[in-house]
C-alpha cells in the first residue's frame, strides 16, 4: 500500500481541494477522503462512498507524474497518518 495527500489548486467551489488516498499493490484507490471548500468531508471505499465522492476508475500515477501538473501538489503520507484522518472523517459503518 501506498498513501498520499495530494492539494488541488484550482477555482472549482463543487471540486474538492485535497485528496488523501490509500492505495493498492495495482495501483487502484482502496479508500480514499475528499475535502471540499466548504469544509465537508467526502470519502468512499469497496463497501460504500458518500454522494460526492467515489474511487477512481483509473490507476493512480506516481507522485513525480502528478506533481509535474501544475495545478496539483502532493506528497507521500504513512499509513497512520491515513488512519487518523480516516477515522476522523468517515462514520463507523457497521
Known amino acids: 500500500m501506498r498513501y498520499i495527500?495530494?492539494?488541488w489548486k484550482h477555482e472549482f467551489k463543487e471540486?474538492?481541494?485535497?485528496?488523501v488516498?490509500?492505495?493498492?499493490?495495482d495501483d487502484?484507490?482502496?479508500?480514499?477522503?475528499?475535502?471540499?471548500p466548504d469544509?465537508?468531508?467526502?470519502?468512499?471505499?469497496e463497501a460504500t462512498e458518500s454522494p460526492n465522492t467515489r474511487?477512481?476508475?483509473d490507476i493512480v500515477p506516481p507522485l513525480d507524474?502528478?506533481?509535474?501538473?501544475?495545478?496539483?501538489?502532493?506528497?507521500s503520507?504513512?499509513?497512520?497518518?491515513?488512519?487518523?484522518?480516516?477515522?476522523k472523517y468517515v462514520p463507523s459503518i457497521s
Not at 21 to 25: A, K, P
Not at 28 to 36: D, G, I, Q, S
Open 5 to 7: 495527500d495530494v492539494l
Open 65 to 75: 507524474e502528478i506533481n509535474s501538473q501544475e495545478e496539483f501538489e502532493g506528497v
Open 55 to 57: 474511487l477512481g476508475i
Open 28 to 36: 487502484f484507490e482502496t479508500r480514499k477522503l475528499e475535502f471540499f
Open 15 to 19: 471540486e474538492p481541494i485535497r485528496l
Open 39 to 45: 469544509g465537508s468531508v467526502g470519502f468512499a471505499f
Open 21 to 25: 488516498s490509500e492505495i493498492g499493490l
Open 77 to 87: 503520507i504513512s499509513k497512520e497518518q491515513f488512519e487518523l484522518l480516516w477515522q
